[in-house]
């Protein structure tokens, strides 16, 4: 699927009021939708860059990315059209779906980072 100028382009107001429902940790500012994923390391930042890379690889929809120590801000934006799109949300939500999946509280064998051990420390999770 190619991005085309026919995505509805949604407002100010209609944006914050979508985060506000769906998106909760993400923000609008200068016409990007924004998030900062705090890790515990560089480890932890490569990690999601890594992650955020092959979701929007996958998704053919490209975000800006700003990236430090131990943070990662995601930007995105469709470009084409000039503006937050459906796109955007989606490609957001499956960011956010991958990158705060935390097995170790689905229960099941797969156990999750131990985030009390700092040699294993890998993103500061919104609950936690």
Avoid at 52 to 73: C, K, M, N, Q, R
Wanted: charged letters at 30%; proline letters at 3%; glycine letters at 8%.
């Amino acid at each position: 699927m190619t991005e085309t100028s026919k995505d509805k382009v949604y407002s100010e107001t209609e944006i914050k009021a979508r985060l506000a429902e769906q998106l909760p940790h993400w923000y609008f500012e200068d016409g990007w939708i924004r998030r900062k994923f705090k890790t515990g390391s560089w480890k932890g930042t490569l990690m999601v860059v890594n992650t955020v890379g092959h979701l929007a690889e996958a998704a053919w929809h490209h975000p800006d990315l700003t990236v430090s120590y131990a943070f990662v801000i995601v930007k995105l934006c469709t470009h084409s059209a000039k503006g937050i799109t459906d796109k955007d949300f989606e490609l957001a939500r499956k960011i956010e779906e991958v990158i705060q999946w935390q097995p170790g509280k689905e229960g099941g064998s797969l156990e999750g980072t131990p985030n009390d051990d700092q040699r294993f420390k890998y993103i500061k999770y919104d609950d936690i």
